[in-house]
T-cell receptor
Framework: QQQVKQSPQSLIVQKGGISIINCAYENTAFDYFPWYQQFPGKGPALLIAIRPDVSEKKEGRFTISFNKSAKQFSLHIMDSQPGDSATYFC????????????FGTGTRLKVLA | GAVVSQHPSWVICKSGTSVKIECRSLDFQATTMFWYRQFPKQSLMLMATSNEGSKATYEQGVEKDKFLINHASLTLSTLTVTSAHPEDSSFYICSGMVWTSGGADTQYFGPGTRLTVL
């Protein structure tokens, strides 16, 4: 119940294409779902986050789709660029005050030029 | 977003020595900071939660006597790896927590510290 399952493990997309990464969770107590981008040798950087009362959130080329009934959420990267090549982690957190994140296993994205 | 720094960015030490890693929140006060460990091509593993002015809370399986955490101020937490051994070689990342509007806790991560123990 504590896990966040992330797929695919790796993804190759052509430049200009759409990258889609999926995460699923079991614990309905989770109420905050951030996505992080990590380049090799660097710390994760917050990309975008969503609360379960919202079904979709868009920031630039990045969109989170959230399906509360299915307990799934996904990251869509539109018009993918070679500079987007990185590892992406989804995470889930309990209500404020509990603090801890549960991270997915990560998706290594490669965008071909 | 909030900025977190780490120092040093990389360190090489001999087996048996101790190494201290600093984590600073540069533009916000972090009542709570977290320390993670990350092995190559793997996810982040939470080691401990660091609260300003109190003892750190360690995750199961993490040796608190080996990984000493001190959170002496609202902007600084330190991780000391005592008597380091080659198996302690890893990428250590800290994060600071920011309470955002709407009641969510958002973690902002430092750039990480690469520790190599010879």
């Amino acid at each position: 119940q504590q896990q966040v399952k992330q797929s695919p493990q790796s993804l190759i997309v052509q430049k200009g294409g759409i990258s889609i990464i999926n995460c699923a969770y079991e614990n309905t107590a989770f109420d905050y779902f951030p996505w992080y981008q990590q380049f090799p040798g660097k710390g994760p950087a917050l990309l975008i986050a969503i609360r379960p009362d919202v079904s979709e959130k868009k920031e630039g080329r990045f969109t989170i789709s959230f399906n509360k009934s299915a307990k799934q959420f996904s990251l869509h990267i539109m018009d993918s660029q070679p500079g987007d090549s990185a590892t992406y982690f989804c995470a889930a957190s309990w209500p404020a005050g509990t603090y801890k994140y549960i991270f997915g296993t990560g998706t290594r994205l490669k965008v071909l030029a | 977003g909030a900025v977190v720094s780490q120092h040093p960015s990389w360190v090489i030490c001999k087996s048996g020595t101790s190494v201290k890693i600093e984590c600073r929140s540069l533009d916000f006060q972090a009542t709570t900071m977290f320390w993670y460990r990350q092995f190559p091509k793997q996810s982040l593993m939470l080691m401990a939660t660091s609260n300003e002015g109190s003892k750190a809370t360690y995750e199961q399986g993490v040796e608190k006597d080996k990984f000493l955490i001190n959170h002496a101020s609202l902007t600084l937490s330190t991780l000391t790896v005592t008597s380091a051994h080659p198996e302690d070689s890893s990428f250590y990342i800290c994060s600071g927590m920011v309470w955002t509007s709407g009641g969510a806790d958002t973690q902002y991560f430092g750039p990480g510290t690469r520790l190599t123990v010879l």
